[in-house]
């Protein structure tokens, strides 16, 4: 057992993953990440350097990750906003990577210190065009060292950047931790480097490695030269990716269920909220309530028959976040009319307790039996 | 001295060909001129990336038989920093715009003379936006017009030699389409430069730059670039009278970064 901080962990997740290439540029509350990276990335012979401004950072990541390094940025809201340019040049380049933004509250500077979960949405939708994307989201220090494993796998399997959302809290916040035993996938190699398309499949080849490439953020063929007027390329291309995650959709959904089997009441809710919602979960069953919490650690893909199956089980469906109303939407997309949909929101840089949850869902069930 | 026919094609991407420029752009001189450089640098192709930015300029490394990154506008130089720093074996030429390097990139151009990492950035400077249609840049001379100054630009332009010298750059020069057969010799000498080296060409853009200021056609243009400038070594005692000097203005050995990276990383291992 170790006491250590959610960004050490972040960081100590990556190394374990076999990140390589650092970039970032200072910004509360994630830079820790990156100081503990200054100091673990030099023995190991990976590459640490601090950019001029986010944008660079995320550049000098694809930019690394295009030379054959694992390659991660971490930032917070206004850093991962103007990272966004750069997540849709990594989409197009099919570039694996990993960006973490740890949430503060929003938007601009906002709330420098304190927790959000603002970003849900930017980070599925934030930069311009459609992408396939994976957003992934940790709720304890134990998680976070886990799914920045998780992060850097799904990265390098589909060649994608892929955003973990932490939250100013989860990443001050320090556990007593056992770092679990994790998996790690390297990144897929071509079978012929001859008659190897650098696009087209998961298969990667940095730059040196072999016949010369072409890379750009312009349509382009399966070769990687520009197909700049052809827009029935751009879109088979873009389903093609978007595709490979709609058909491992299960195996990227990434969930903790507690009290699921019998609930008539879900709480469905992702990140350091999962943690007042789980309270809330045992305040209400010692009231006899059934309630039963989904906690969310893959938020897109969107994991809609999941969610779809559990609604249509249940009487009322509660979904806490910090923001005013973003991950609801993509549940009550999934949920239909098969039970009401609560939300519960604030953006004033406090978590919920737990007694708030519950009286949520009290309401709800109130509501329900009234109805 | 390049020869007049001399054959360059084993260095060009041929089916990336026609390329984007217009007729009478400059841009095809500069990369004759970078691809007799890579003659007489005898590099293996595969080791060389050429990373290009937005715009006419950052077409560049498609038509060529090297490794091509075409990046994102202005931060060319700093997808070619992670790159580097990962590879420093690798060969990397950055070809950006005026308004790539000194515009949108300007912060991203500034550091990246101030680190000292063993890259070449060739600036194609033709004083103005072609790409997207004759806009003014930040080296539009004061008075020149462009479609967003049609009264004359107001602004002081951005001298990009003095920008890179004042940034830290550790081999900067400057050269124009006009003089043929010098920016061959330039390249070759920015690319064995064990640091950041920029290298300013002077760039005619007949479409737009030229046209919209009366200067004529692209030959026209060249002799108005010869009578902008004055090689330094030409430079009288009447100064330059307006010009622009040409040539090297530094070449200076300095403790390179990852040379000063790989040291550190042995240093800290042999430590653990």
């Given at each position: 057992?170790?006491?250590i ?9 990556a ?25 673990l ?5 990976g590459?640490?350097?601090?950019m ?19 390659a991660?940025?971490a ?41 959000a979960q ?20 940790a ?45 790690v996938v ?5 079978d012929?480097v ?33 197909r700049a007027?052809?827009?029935?390329n ?8 978007i ?10 959904t ?50 809609e ?13 509660v ?53 | ?16 060909m ?14 004759r ?48 920093t992670?790159?580097?720093?990962t590879?420093?074996?690798?060969t ?11 515009a949108?990139?300007?912060?991203h ?20 936006y072609g ?18 100054t ?19 750059a ?11 057969d ?11 430069h064990p ?48 010009r ?5 203005f530094?070449r ?6 990852t040379?000063q ?5 042995a ?6």
């Open positions: 057992m170790k006491l901080q959610g960004n050490e962990a972040c960081a100590l997740g190394m374990r993953a076999g990140c390589r290439f650092f970039a970032g540029y200072p910004i509360t509350p994630a830079t820790e990440i990156m100081e503990w990276m200054a100091r990335l030099p023995p190991k012979g590459v640490f350097i601090q001029e401004d986010e944008i660079a950072a995320l550049a000098a990541v694809i930019g690394a990750s295009w030379g054959g390094a694992k991660m940025t930032t917070s809201g206004p850093g991962f906003s103007l990272m966004q340019e750069h997540l849709g040049y990594a989409a197009m380049t099919e570039t694996p990577c990993v960006v973490v933004d740890s949430q503060r509250g929003g938007p601009s500077t906002g709330l420098p210190t304190l927790p603002g970003d849900v949405m930017q980070a599925r939708w934030g930069s311009h065009g459609d992408r396939p994307a994976i957003v992934l989201t709720s304890s220090v134990r998680d976070v060292y886990e799914i920045t494993v998780a992060a850097f796998n799904l990265s390098e399997t589909y060649r994608l950047p892929v955003v973990l959302l932490l939250d100013a809290l989860l990443s001050h916040m320090r556990e007593n931790v056992e770092l679990p035993e994790v998996a390297d990144r897929r190699k071509p012929s001859e008659a190897f398309q650098p696009f087209g499949s998961t298969a990667f080849q940095a730059f040196g490695d072999g016949p010369p490439l072409v890379v750009t953020g312009l349509a382009h063929a399966d070769t990687g030269r520009p007027s052809d827009g029935p751009l879109e088979r291309m873009l389903r093609r990716s595709d490979r995650l709609e058909t491992d959709r299960e195996a990227i990434r969930y903790r269920a507690i009290g699921l089997d019998d609930a008539d009441h879900l709480i469905l809710t992702y990140g350091i909220t999962a943690r007042s919602a789980a309270g809330a979960v045992q305040q209400l069953r010692a009231d006899g309530i059934r309630a039963g919490l989904l906690e969310l650690q893959t938020l897109w893909p969107f994991p028959r999941l969610v779809a199956d559990l609604a249509s089980r249940v009487e009322n469906v979904v806490p976040e910090l923001n005013l109303g973003q991950l609801v939407m993509a549940v009550r997309a999934a949920v239909g009319g098969a039970a009401p949909v609560r939300h519960l929101g604030r953006a004033d840089g406090r978590l919920f307790s737990p007694e708030e949850i519950a009286t949520a869902v009290r309401a709800g069930a109130h509501e329900v039996s009234r109805a | 001295m390049p020869r007049v026919g001399q054959d360059l094609r084993q260095y060009l991407q041929l089916d990336s026609p390329h984007v420029w217009c007729p009478g752009c400059g841009h095809g001189q500069v990369a001129g970078l691809a007799t450089a890579l003659d007489r640098l005898s590099l293996p192709l595969d080791q060389l990336v050429l990373v290009g930015g937005i715009g006419c300029s950052g077409r560049t490394p498609f038509y060529f038989n090297a490794n091509a990154m075409h990046t994102t506008h202005g931060r060319a130089l700093a997808f070619a992670g790159l580097k720093l590879r420093p074996e690798l990397v030429i950055t070809t950006m715009g005026d308004g790539d390097t000194a949108i990139g300007g912060n151009f500034i550091h990246a003379c101030r680190r000292n990492i063993d890259m070449t950035a060739i600036v194609y400077n033709n004083g103005i790409m997207t249609g004759g806009q003014q840049a930040p080296t539009t001379p004061r008075g020149a017009r462009s479609v967003t049609p009264l004359g630009s107001l602004e002081p332009p951005f001298d990009i030699v003095q920008l890179a010298l004042a940034a830290g550790t081999y900067v020069a400057r050269s124009t389409t006009f003089d043929f010098e920016l061959p010799t330039l390249i070759v000498d920015a690319v064995r640091g950041f080296a920029v290298v300013e060409v002077l760039t005619q853009c007949p479409t737009y730059y030229g046209r919209l200021n009366e200067l004529g056609d692209a030959v026209a243009m060249l002799d108005y670039e010869r009578d902008l400038t004055l090689p330094q070594e030409a430079i009288t005692k009447e100064g330059l009278a307006g622009r000097p040409l040539g090297v530094r200076e050995i300095a403790p390179e970064y040379a990276y790989a040291e550190l990383c240093r800290q291992a042999a430590r653990s």
